[in-house]
């Protein structure tokens, strides 16, 4: 059952790993520049230069799905990662020190949680304007909190551990036992948290972008390039299902992949 | 708190708790809806600029040192934030939430026409999710492990993995353009529902399933379905026994959901132009017409908060434990 699971991680993963590395790599791929606009070639269908046919503008669509790609996960992942920090740091605060600190920012977390997530970021995003960044500022207020409970509840289950202490009657520092104690002992469970998020993340982040909300045009990104080529869907549908069909490849991927880390997880114990 | 409870006389009066924890369940729900309201007035001072200037920019007048102090002057903007803010609420709770920028309009009526769209197209979607994916986690709860629990959760999975934008968009492509089997602009009419409701209620209908069965599988590895497993109870009761003590929890699922719901509902009713209160707010970011925006994020929180702490409440009262 476990040798099962594992090769099936495996397989997931490394299927992240192609489309990570694809997208990297879109510079060396792409067989066009992503923005360069050809009068010539408008809304072209897939053909030997242009393998995924063209857009409105005639700008290659497989070019800009490499690249619109990039957008997208650098931006999912960055954001992924910025509320990991913020919330195992928030986390183990709590679960560390506990008091007024901890009532205070669980208190916070809950009225955050109470408020309807999509709906909020949709008006800050529309507040700020800024582009990629707004959109993730808009959804980075509430991801923290779902890092910041699990790192809290499981300081809390370590702190009653012995070695926990044996530490501290060996006299070291609380930030010592912190750092090499707790911290490597969270990282698991929060790394897999983090990936069951990239694939919400990355479908908040494209459905703000498709809204006109996320990166500002010419930018490619695919909820925006997807929004944008829906208008003349009937004459070109490859410059829609293009970015449609990596979008939900990708989430569909990383989803995959945070399902069976955590099943994984859950076997072992 | 607890401890107050657990020290006074068991099983005095379960009245008294049952007040207690509903007046709790009250504060809680003021002070929220409390906080609510101030981020939603703060909301304004997020982007740059205050708010003469945004109803100037939004209204396209050149805006000059005497325009904005005059504009200042007549939208109180001289006085203390607090006091500005006490009077919002207090316009809010009389049913008055401003003049929108763009047409100098009340915006309670349009947020409210806009709404009752939005209810419809939401409930409905809600509606058909409930009716497929109720009886199917159950199935695959029932049958865990077998054909029929791996077919419902790869569906589950994949409605789950799909943003409702691209559902919406790949229906618009396949059934209009493909297969012609409806108009590509569709009106208001039943048929102007059926694709918008679709788009909302399948990535929903996936979350439902896996949350549902989960909860499910949850209950059946209780005891007392052990026991009625060793009794020989028929299947039938069994599952009837089952859902009767998930429904607390269901509930509390469907609850957390409508939050989901709001969000993508405004996304469908713009894809679909469907003049619910989702396209209202896209068209006034755009317009920076900011009280409707802030309308909007006061009227959907206030729902949700309200919802789920119905759903709270229905609960507890579900809970045949509570009562004894």
Not at chain 2, 109 to 118: D, N, S, W, Y
Request: proline fraction near 4%; aromatic fraction near 10%; charge should be positive.
């Amino acid at each position: 059952m476990r040798r099962r699971l594992k090769t099936r991680i495996l397989i997931t993963g490394a299927a992240a790993g192609i489309i990570l590395l694809a997208v990297i790599f879109a510079g060396v791929i792409a067989p066009n520049d992503p923005y360069t606009t050809n009068a010539l070639a408008i809304r072209k269908a897939p053909c030997a230069d242009y393998p995924f046919g063209t857009d409105n503008l005639g700008r290659c669509v497989l070019s800009r799905v490499l690249y619109g790609g990039r957008t997208t996960i650098a931006a999912t992942f960055f954001l992924v990662f910025l509320s990991f920090l913020a919330g195992t740091f928030i986390g183990m605060i709590c679960g560390t020190c506990g008091g007024w600190a901890d009532r205070l920012l669980m208190r916070i977390a809950d009225i955050l949680l109470s408020f309807p997530q999509m709906v909020v970021a949709i008006a800050v995003a529309g507040i700020l304007n800024g582009g990629m960044k707004g959109a993730m500022i808009a959804l980075g207020i509430t991801m923290w909190v779902s890092f910041a409970r699990l790192a809290r509840s499981h300081t809390m289950s370590i702190r009653q551990e012995a070695y926990i202490s044996s530490a501290i009657l060996a006299g070291k520092s609380r930030l010592n036992i912190i750092c090499t104690h707790i911290f490597p002992n969270l990282l698991a469970p929060l790394f897999t948290n983090a990936l069951t998020q990239v694939g919400t993340t990355m479908i908040g982040l494209s459905g703000l972008s498709f809204l006109g909300l996320g990166v500002i045009p010419p930018t490619a990104e695919w909820g925006s390039m997807i929004s944008e080529a829906r208008a003349y869907i009937q004459i070109a549908p490859w410059a829609v299902l293009a970015p449609a069909a990596v979008t939900i490849l990708t989430i569909v991927v990383f989803n995959y992949l945070g399902d069976l880390v955590m099943e994984y997880r859950e076997t072992q114990g | 708190m607890k401890r107050s409870l657990s020290t006074g006389r068991k099983g005095r009066n379960d009245n008294v708790t049952r007040i207690v924890r509903w007046g709790k369940n009250l504060i809680r729900l003021i002070f929220i809806l409390i906080i609510l309201s101030f981020l939603v007035f703060a909301l304004l001072y997020l982007a740059p600029g205050d708010p003469a200037e945004k109803r100037l920019t939004s209204q396209g007048i050149a805006v000059t040192k005497e325009v904005l102090d005059a504009e200042r002057e007549r939208l109180g903007l001289f006085r203390p934030f607090l006091v500005r803010y006490g009077e919002w609420l207090l316009g809010v709770f009389r049913g008055d939430f401003g003049v929108s920028f763009r047409d100098d309009l009340p915006v309670a009526p349009k947020l409210a026409a806009g709404l009752q769209k939005t209810v419809q197209l939401a409930s409905a979607s809600l509606l058909l999710s409930l009716i497929f994916s109720f009886p199917l986690a159950v199935l695959a709860a029932w049958k865990k492990d077998r054909v029929p629990d791996h077919i419902v959760c790869l569906l589950s999975f994949f409605g789950n993995s799909l943003p409702n934008f691209l559902i919406s968009v790949l229906l618009m492509y396949l059934l209009c353009i493909r297969m012609r089997v409806f108009p590509v602009i569709a009106s208001g009419s039943l048929q102007g529902l059926f694709m918008p409701v679709i788009s909302l209620a399948i990535p929903m209908t996936g979350r439902f399933i896996r949350q549902m069965r989960a909860e499910f599988l949850v209950q059946l590895s209780e005891d007392y379905v052990a026991g009625m497993r060793r009794r020989g109870v028929k299947e039938r009761y069994l599952i009837l026994n089952v859902i009767r003590n998930s429904l607390g929890h269901i509930l509390t699922i469907i609850a957390l959901q409508i939050g989901t719901l709001m969000g993508g509902s405004v996304v469908i009713e713009n894809i679909f132009r469907w003049p619910g209160i989702g396209k209202l707010v896209m068209e006034s970011i755009t317009a920076r017409d900011y009280p409707v925006i802030m309308g909007f994020v006061l009227i959907m929180g206030t729902i949700y908060v309200a919802v789920n702490q119905l759903a709270d409440i229905c609960f507890h009262a579900l809970d045949p434990r509570g009562q004894a």
